[in-house]
């Protein structure tokens, strides 16, 4: 049972923002609660996808405050969400398919060495370990994500 009493983890408080004429989100506020799993369900164009696009920093809300663990802060970008541990699944298929496993799974968090430069065998590896736990049979870790699987 999650204890909803405390400090919400996520609070989005009083959420705008349109589009032209068109108000995608209006004055919504959700509290998010540590170990709570929450279904936002609407129907076509209802907001859904741009509230959570306020809150992952791909938006940015024309009106209203994100705070985490009771503090405001500046989500302006989805590297600032990241920052805050915020991470979002689209709905959509979202690979870069000119381009291998690791690399699509370490998109714009890539591994470095010492040197700076990116580790692809490091990315492999750690991609390796995460395949033998979502699907053993894959195989194809050094070809790009379209390559047809035989
Ligand atoms: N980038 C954009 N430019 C203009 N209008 C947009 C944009 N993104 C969303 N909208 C509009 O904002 C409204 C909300 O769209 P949104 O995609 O958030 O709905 P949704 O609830 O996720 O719908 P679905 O269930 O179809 O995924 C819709 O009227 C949509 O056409
Ligand atoms: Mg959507």
Redesign the pocket.
């Known amino acids: 049972m999650v204890d909803r009493t405390g400090t919400p983890l996520v609070e989005l408080r009083d959420i705008s923002i349109s589009?032209g004429g068109?108000k995608?989100v209006d004055h919504v506020t959700v509290d998010l609660y540590p170990g709570e799993v929450v279904g936002l369900l609407?129907h076509?164009?209802?907001?859904?996808?741009?509230l959570i696009k306020c809150l992952s920093g791909a938006y940015k809300a024309d009106q209203g405050d994100i705070l985490i663990n009771g503090q405001k802060v500046e989500i302006n970008n989805p590297r600032d969400a990241r920052s805050q541990n915020i991470e979002t699944i689209y709905q959509t298929l979202a690979l870069a398919d000119n381009l291998d496993a690791a690399s699509n799974l370490f998109l714009g968090r890539e591994l470095v060495n010492g040197l700076g430069f990116v580790d692809e065998t490091k990315m492999e590896a750690e991609t390796r370990k995460i395949m033998a736990r979502l699907n053993p049979n894959f195989r194809k870790f050094n070809v790009p994500v379209s390559m047809p699987r035989s």
Request: aromatic letters at 10%.
């Open positions: 589009f068109i995608a609407g076509n164009g209802a907001g859904k996808s741009t």
